[in-house]
């Protein structure tokens, strides 16, 4: 199959690559930019693992083409502490020990961004709801809901 010349902006970093067509956008940026914290779970769009943000949407980079990502800002786990700052979520994360094997981290970590991003004064209804979207084989996802709650918090309190 022809390769195809494209041009991914990941983290505010620009990538010339060459992929095929059929590349899924998490291949590729596994593959092709070394960005490896997005994991591929089921492949199918269910489990979440893989979870990003382009264009401030959050989206399964398992169900989504690289070559759709052309000329859109796309933001992954790589992307989400500033240096060494971390981010609220990361934080949390740790603090609620959120985390087990850390296999689905990454994808939760994403979805919670892009959700607080949009609405960060979602009710537990709405977070709850959201977060089942993904799926962990070890927390028991209490101590995810406990984090995703305590780093909305943070983002809301003012600076």
Known sequence: ????????????????????????????????????????GCEHGVCGACT?????????????FAVQA??????TIEGLAD????????????QNHALQCGYCTPGFLMLAAGVLEQNP???DKELIDVLSSNLCRCTGYENILAAVRAAAAEMRAPT
């Open 52 to 64: 990003i943000i382009v264009g401030g949407e959050t989206v399964r980079s398992c169900l989504m």
């Open 70 to 75: 052309t000329g859109r800002t796309i933001r």
């Open 121 to 123: 004064d979602i009710d």
């Open 1 to 40: 199959m022809t390769k195809q010349d494209i041009t991914l902006d990941v983290n505010g970093r620009r990538y010339a690559i060459s992929v095929e067509p059929r590349k899924t956008l998490a291949d590729a940026l596994r593959d092709e930019c070394g960005l490896t914290g997005t994991h591929l």
């Open 83 to 94: 240096g060494n700052d971390l981010h609220p979520l990361q934080r949390a994360f740790m």
